[in-house]
């Protein structure tokens, strides 16, 4: 049976959250035909090469047709951009899926002859990420906003959005006030509004963008080999960014599983042990303290303001989340504090969302919470079961040595916060002060 052409029309499903773009983005003419032999053509010089096989594994997952023309849409893509540089963006504070999700893109780019950097603009404050980058050697560089100006964005002839879709970047404006491109975009997360980009690969059901850059590999985009020092390094990444976003894989869905089982031929287990067993600083016990002295519980809800944090310690607010929710006949728990960056200048309301609770969406919940800025940019997002928010404090921003001013200012956005969770935890109360 011959296969069935691919057109700029049926790359796209209406119906289907697995959409890979739709005609606007894609560079065809409406309507035209990509050949079988000119997609085959695309992908035979890595078929032909060390890096493919072509011979199927018991833990290789069976691909649906749609999952099928993405690899070859994305073949297509980076064939178009052959001998580019681009910037990865990552999301400011990059958690583990993100981290191994980029690197993985990076290798099957450089397939391509294209060069990518892996940037962020926030920190790195989790233990396990700290441990993930030096213990791997994983090539992401920090560009911080002040340091912008001394970047020549002119080397870059596109950027890959990768675990996010921009929103959570500080850097995209910079990027796209210099004309960058965005190339590709690859998520797991809802999407954030209509995509600009020439490939787009967003699943918002499935667990991790990890299970979806195993899936390429899978797919033949690039063959790890047990005797490459950085291929075994980069998948123990993706398998602790899988297992973190699937929580250890309690929360695994078949496909997760199925890559999981395909990494664990590359994987180093003592470096993931290495990584896991990275020790919490006394900073991240200090607001898990916090957060249990100040707690509220609510219709099995736990909320908890901790006041402010320094910037290099923003992600002990989700360890804080993470633990609230194992209390006893709390479903879902919400943690937030001002972060405050001294280096720019600025204070952010922080938060992070946790639950166990299976009918509650923290996307919806979230979005329907703290809405949007005047650009139409929702303040917070999520997925399954975690979600996170964060609200700049504009003109209120910066720093005082008054303590009764500071103490002040905090109650003031402590009481907001809580008021807008409260009028969607307890709908039938009116709470005028945050509190019944």
Known sequence: ?????????????????????????VDFKPHSVIEPEVVEALIKPVQDSQIYSTQPSAYDSP???????????????????????????????????ALSSAWTYKLIAQKFDIQCDMVYAGTLSHQENIALVKLTSLPVQRWGLPSLKNRNLTLYQGCALIDNQGTTSQLMPALQAAGIPITVVIDHHSAQGDMKAEFVDIRPYTRATATILTQYLQAGLLKLDNNSNEHI??????????????????????EDFLAAAYLSRFYDGQLLNAVLQSSRSKQVMDVIERSLKNRIVQNNFSIA???????????AIPQAADFLVTEENVHTAVVYGIVQDEDDDIELVVGSLRTNKITLDPDEFLKEAFGQDTQGRFFGGGRSQAGG???????????????????MKWNVFDTQVKQKLLRLINPDQHYHNGMS
């Open 1 to 25: 049976m011959q296969p069935e052409p691919i057109t700029s029309r049926n790359l796209t499903s209406s119906n289907s959250l697995l959409s890979v773009t739709d005609e606007t983005q």
């Open 389 to 407: 928010f964060e609200i700049p404090l504009g003109f209120l921003s910066g720093f005082t040595e008054s303590a009764e001013y500071a103490k």
């Open 305 to 315: 303001g901790v006041g402010y944090l320094r910037y290099d310690d923003r992600d």
């Open 233 to 254: 390094k980069c998948a123990t990444a993706l398998m602790h960014g899988l297992r973190s976003d699937t929580n250890a894989l309690r929360q695994a869905q078949e």
């Open 63 to 97: 691909r649906s047709r749609e999952q099928n023309q993405k690899v070859e849409v994305l073949c297509h893509t980076l064939e178009r951009h052959r001998g580019d540089r681009q910037l990865i963006v990552l999301q400011d504070f990059p958690d583990p899926d």
